[in-house]
């Protein structure tokens, strides 16, 4: 048992526990010793469990789980938190790095790698899930240069304004715009147009109005 990892798991919702329970418990080496639906639930269970690894969502109901990162961490150091979510936002990724997690993965991830993210991370390694490291890697590259017509569309995308919109705010025909979305989504290497809208919004102050 000395090579056995013993986990906790903190999640809200039970069926996702449930799921990651059944996941993990075919590893042989993987001990699921608790589970918590919030964060005080989680403190409790730690004052009284021997944990190496706590596998926790980023939104709980009495809390989040960054800020419950920060306080575990501040009373057990060497426990490592492994942040599980379903959203791959840089924002929440890096905030949960700050806080000490060693690890983020997304709830979609296959079991072969939340496995490897648990191994990582006990053997003092970090792990990220491919497309966080992706999602990471291309928002901390220089933005391709825009025209400026180029920046004045994908400004007027991030404050939720259409085609047509941004047709007549800037004389130009709908068709126009469109070509410039696509020349945008070419420069950024987005995949659709939903994925612009996204990058838009969360680019709004970067871009020039």
Not at 23 to 43: H, P, Y
Request: proline residues 4%; aromatic residues 4%; hydrophobic residues 45%.
């Amino acid at each position: 048992m000395n090579d056995t990892i013993r986990i906790l798991l903190v999640d809200d919702h039970p069926m996702v526990r449930e799921g990651l329970r059944a996941r993990l418990s075919s590893v042989a080496q993987l001990a699921v010793v608790g589970e918590a639906g919030d964060a005080a639930e989680a403190l409790r269970l730690l004052d009284g469990l021997v944990v190496d690894v706590v596998l926790q969502d980023v939104g709980l109901k009495d809390g989040n789980g960054i800020d419950l990162a920060s306080t575990m961490l501040a009373r057990w150091p060497d426990v490592c938190v492994l942040m599980f979510s379903m959203y791959d936002n840089p924002e929440y990724v890096h905030r949960a790095l700050q806080a000490g997690a060693r690890g983020y993965v997304l709830k979609d991830a296959p079991a072969s790698e939340i496995v490897a993210a648990i191994e990582a991370v006990v053997a003092g390694g970090t792990f990220l899930s491919p497309g966080v490291s992706r999602r990471l890697f291309r928002n901390q590259q220089p933005r391709p240069l825009l025209t400026p017509r180029e920046s004045q569309i994908l400004s007027a995308l991030g404050r939720g304004q259409s085609s047509k919109q941004i047709a007549q705010a800037l004389d130009l025909s709908v068709r126009t715009v469109e070509a410039h979305r696509q020349s945008i989504r070419r420069k950024l290497e987005l995949e659709g147009q939903a994925e612009l809208i996204r990058y838009a919004v969360e680019h709004a102050r970067d871009v020039s109005p």
